[in-house]
């Protein structure tokens, strides 16, 4: 029973990164001059706060490498290239080079943090538009999970660490120094309580502009919710029963909203289900979107490095054989998602044949990965 609950959790939480750009990400620096009282005045007050709990997407040590490199740690992936602080992380060691990479998530997510808290401590007494308000409270208790999320699973326990410090919109001042709980189950506490806030708050997916696909809607509240309760799972079984609340709930969804397989009716539709035209398909819960030149970069990272002087793809994160293993003989998904030697794919509007034509493998494992690659080819 509870290995079926986690694969169905991790199947209804799993998100695509998308390749994509989008209007909202392209935004002008706000708030770098005056004082505060000459803020949270008007609704485009609020839109430019809310731009702000973005920023981290275009930070290279957090959406580029940085948060990536603990998947390395799995038997997922390896480092593909020579790198030291990488493999420095695959190895669970911490080394004073171990800087951007290790260094930014921290800092960056308590900036969205601490963006999220003025948020949600300003907007409940403006004079603005009800609705415009409790979707723009939505987003912040959103990304105040989401932030949180993003390092308790992988810095906090419920042992010797503890939990990370909690700051909230009630935190006074003085108390910013806040030591850390002595459990992260008090951090799971909060995510789980700010996504259900935000479910209640945010609009459903069919009700969004595609000028706003990008931003939290109320199955991302909820499948976030499900991840957060299912790693607490770990440490207390009565967390189970929040992950299938929230797994219902998104599977309950009807309509527009219905979620579900992708299937285009062709031979292949989980290939076609990573190519960029299907972003936002039945699959889709949420997504970090880039803009035109900054954003999430884990596509290019994952394929050969330098892309034979045509393109230049990084190489740092490859499949390894146990990943290859993971799949049966024949199973359409393993050839979508894993390149190897012999294997053929269009590239920069070139037929390659990995391993062959061009002969050159950058991959430590032999392999790499070719489920991202469609606006490369």
């Known amino acids: 029973m509870k290995t079926m609950i986690y694969k169905t959790a991790l199947a209804m939480i799993s998100f695509v990164v998308l390749f994509g750009c989008d209007d909202f990400l392209d935004y002008e620096q706000y708030g770098t001059a005056g004082t505060a009282e000459q803020y949270w005045k008007t609704e ?25 490199w603990f998947e390395n740690c799995s038997d997922n992936l390896v480092t593909g290239r020579s790198q030291a602080e990488g493999d420095q992380i695959k190895n669970f060691l911490m080394a004073p080079e171990n800087t951007r990479d290790a260094r930014d998530n921290f800092e960056n997510m308590y900036q969205v943090i601490g963006r999220t808290n003025e948020l949600l401590k300003n907007v409940p007494d403006m004079n603005i538009s009800g609705t415009f308000k409790t979707q723009a409270l939505g987003e912040a208790y959103f990304f105040r999970a989401f932030a949180y999320l993003w390092l308790v699973p992988w810095y906090g326990d419920n042992g010797p660490n503890g939990g990370l410090p909690i700051l909230t919109e009630d935190t006074p001042a003085e108390n910013i120094d806040s030591p850390r709980p002595q459990s992260v189950l008090e951090n799971y506490d909060l995510i789980i309580s700010d996504m259900r806030k935000a479910g209640d708050m945010l609009p459903l997916f069919s009700q969004m502009d595609k000028n706003d696909y990008g931003h939290p809607h109320k199955a991302a509240a909820w499948a976030f919710a499900a991840r957060a309760a299912l790693y607490a799972a770990q440490y207390d079984s009565k967390y189970y029963s929040i992950v299938l609340e929230m797994c219902d709930k998104v599977i309950g969804l009807t309509g527009a909203d219905r979620r579900d397989l992708f299937d285009d009716n062709s031979n292949n539709p989980f290939a076609n289900l990573w190519r960029r035209e299907n972003n936002f398909c039945s699959e889709y819960i949420f997504s970090l979107l880039g803009n035109a030149n900054q954003g999430p970069k884990f596509h290019g990272m994952s394929f050969q490095n330098g892309g034979w002087n045509a393109y230049n793809t990084w190489g740092y994160f490859q499949p390894t054989l146990e990943l290859y293993k993971a799949f049966e003989q024949g199973d359409k998904r393993r050839e979508a998602t894993i390149l190897y030697p012999g294997e053929k794919i269009m590239f920069v509007g070139a037929e390659r044949t990995f391993g062959v034509n061009p002969s050159a493998i950058s991959s430590t494992s032999g392999m790499t990965f070719r489920k991202f690659m469609s606006p490369w080819e």
């Open 44 to 68: 485009n007050d609020v839109k430019n706060a809310i731009l702000g709990f973005y920023t981290f997407c275009y930070e290279e040590g957090v959406t580029g490498r940085g948060f990536m």
